[in-house]
C-alpha cells in the first residue's frame, strides 16, 4: 500500500549532525498523512522522536527539542530529520513512520526498514 525507505543514517561524533531522509510511495495522498520518525535503542522500547502533521503542527519528545527539526516536502513525497549536536544517548535505529486515516482504502499505520544512527562519545 504505502512503502517507506530511509537514508541518511551513520556514524557521528557527539556534536556533529546528520539529516535523515525517508522517502514514500505508494496509493494516496502523502499531503494529508502524518509522518514522524521513531527510534529504537538496544534494549529500549521503539519512542516517537518528532511528529509533522497535514498542517505542518510538529511535535517532538523533550530530549530532541532544539536539536532536532521535522519537515516535509510534499512534492516530494519526502520526509526529513535534521539532527544537531548529536549525543550518545541519540544512539538507536530510527524509523520512518506513516500515518493514514482509516476513512482510506489504504489507511493504516505503515513503516520504513530502519536505519542506524551512531553517536560516539
Known amino acids: 500500500q504505502v512503502q517507506l525507505v530511509e537514508s541518511g543514517g551513520g556514524l557521528v561524533q557527539a556534536g556533529g549532525s546528520l539529516r535523515l531522509s525517508c522517502a514514500a510511495s505508494?496509493?494516496?495522498?502523502?499531503?494529508?498523512?502524518?509522518v514522524g520518525w521513531y527510534r529504537q535503542a538496544p534494549g529500549k522500547q521503539r519512542e516517537l522522536v518528532a511528529r509533522?502533521?497535514?498542517?505542518?503542527?510538529?511535535n517532538y519528545v523533550d530530549s530532541v527539542k532544539g536539536r532536532f527539526t521535522i519537515s516535509r516536502d510534499n512534492a516530494k513525497n519526502m520526509v526529513y530529520l535534521q539532527m544537531n549536536n548529536l549525543k550518545p544517548e541519540d544512539t538507536a535505529i530510527y524509523y520512518c513512520?506513516?500515518?493514514?486515516?482509516?476513512?482510506?482504502?489504504?489507511?493504516?499505520?505503515?513503516w520504513g526498514q530502519g536505519t542506524q544512527v551512531t553517536v560516539s562519545s
Open positions: 505508494g496509493r494516496g495522498i502523502f499531503s494529508i498523512d502524518t
Open positions: 509533522i502533521s497535514a498542517g505542518e503542527t510538529t
Open positions: 513512520n506513516l500515518e493514514r486515516s482509516s476513512t482510506f482504502a489504504t489507511g493504516g499505520n505503515y
